[in-house]
Structures are given as structure tokens and as C-alpha cells.
């Protein structure tokens, strides 16, 4: 199993910028596609962004292309999400997940998550 821990959230004004990142243990880091998903309260855990293993493909959710960027460094265990041009609406939990898998035409978590880390927008 692989291990992950979320960092890097906090509060930000609407219009500024985070990094967050993920960093993996384990022996099958670098083997799958991982993905950050968010959730915010009283609402359905949502998909944001995923990479392939190589880090040749990369997927966003609509309501992030154009602002967020994931990116991963296998070498160094670690996936990465750069947030620019935050919103109130991106406040959210954020988790990143091991394994991010298609199915029926949406990406899915399929491995394991990490604890989160909290990401609040002020407007």
C-alpha cells in the first residue's frame, strides 16, 4: 500500500495562488495515474485533476482548466497541484488519491487517499 500526506493548504485571498503537494511512501508510487479530489462540506467528494504515470496525460475538471496545474516528480515521490486564480468556490479539502482510474467516461479514485489538507478562499 502506499502511504500519502497532503500539504501546502491554507487561506488565500480570491485571485492568489497555492502549491500543494503530495507525498507519497510505499513501493508502488510512480506505478498508477494519481489525482487530486476535493470535497467541500455538505457536498459530494468531486474529481480536480489527474496524471498519468509517465506524465505524458493530463485531465482537469472544467471548472479548474486554465487555473490549476498537477504536475509529479516519481523521482522524489511526490505529486503536485498548483492552484493560480483562486476562487471562493475551490474551498474545499483537498485529497489526493494513489490510483485514479476511467470509468464510465469520468476519472475515479482507486487507490488510496491521504488525510487532506484545507484549502480556504476569502472573497
Known amino acids: 500500500q502506499v502511504q500519502l500526506v497532503e500539504s501546502g493548504g491554507g487561506l488565500v485571498q480570491a485571485g492568489g495562488s497555492l502549491r500543494l503537494s503530495c507525498a507519497a511512501s510505499g513501493r508502488t508510487f510512480g506505478s498508477y495515474a494519481m489525482g487530486w479530489f476535493r470535497q467541500a462540506p455538505g457536498k459530494e467528494r468531486e474529481f480536480v485533476a489527474a496524471?498519468?504515470?509517465?506524465?505524458?496525460?493530463?485531465y482537469y475538471a472544467e471548472s479548474v482548466k486554465d487555473r490549476f496545474t498537477i504536475s509529479r516528480d516519481n523521482a522524489k515521490n511526490t505529486v503536485y497541484l498548483q492552484m493560480n486564480s483562486l476562487k471562493p468556490e475551490d474551498t474545499a479539502v483537498y485529497y489526493c488519491n494513489s490510483n485514479v482510474v476511467l470509468r464510465a467516461n469520468s476519472l475515479s479514485p482507486d487507490g488510496s487517499w491521504g488525510q487532506g489538507t484545507q484549502v480556504t478562499v476569502s472573497s
Open positions: 496524471i498519468s504515470r509517465s506524465g505524458s496525460s493530463i
